[in-house]
């Protein structure tokens, strides 16, 4: 299957990020995305064939720290790139999409000269925590009580470029 990354348009495809993420995180609607955040964020599609089958979204330099400072906006860091959202489409899972878009991720890290990404994701999704690892990225913290419904806590990972 030919597969490329387009850049999301924005704001013309909030519509189509929301549907998306809704499916992605179908087990967990507290984690959706809302349409300011589809907005402050940039984000891209995984195509496979004509198909969009996955989504990440993006904020650039910036560090991820709303699990220990949660009424603040996450902080300014020069070269930190934040990976806010990874998504497949159930029915594309288990195929190597997700490992091809992680790939994918740090290619486009450092081609725009970022010295380090940073993502975060539920204490139980041992699937991409596993994935980031094989990747390189190292757990920087856990942070008890980031996630609701259920209540949980958020893996924070780094990985140095
Ligand atoms: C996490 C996610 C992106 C992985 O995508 P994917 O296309 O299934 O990933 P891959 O097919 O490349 O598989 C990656 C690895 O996970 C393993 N894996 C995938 N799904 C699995 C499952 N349900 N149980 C056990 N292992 C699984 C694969 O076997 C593979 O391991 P390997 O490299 O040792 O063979 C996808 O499951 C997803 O979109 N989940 C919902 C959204 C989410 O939780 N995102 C992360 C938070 S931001």
Redesign the pocket.
Known sequence: MHTEFRRAEIPKEIRSLIIFDHK??QKYPADWFDQATWQATESWWMIGGKRKI?CCAFERHIDFKEDIHPDKDNPHRRGSLY????????Q???????????SWQLSYARHHGFSRIV????KS????I??NQ?FGFKIIRTTPGYYDSPRESTVVMERRL
């Open positions: 992605a995180f996955g990976i806010a959202t990874t998504g497949i489409l159930p594309f899972r288990t195929m190597g999409f997700g490992t091809l878009m992680k993502t975060n994701t539920r999704n041992k699937v991409m596993t994935l094989k």
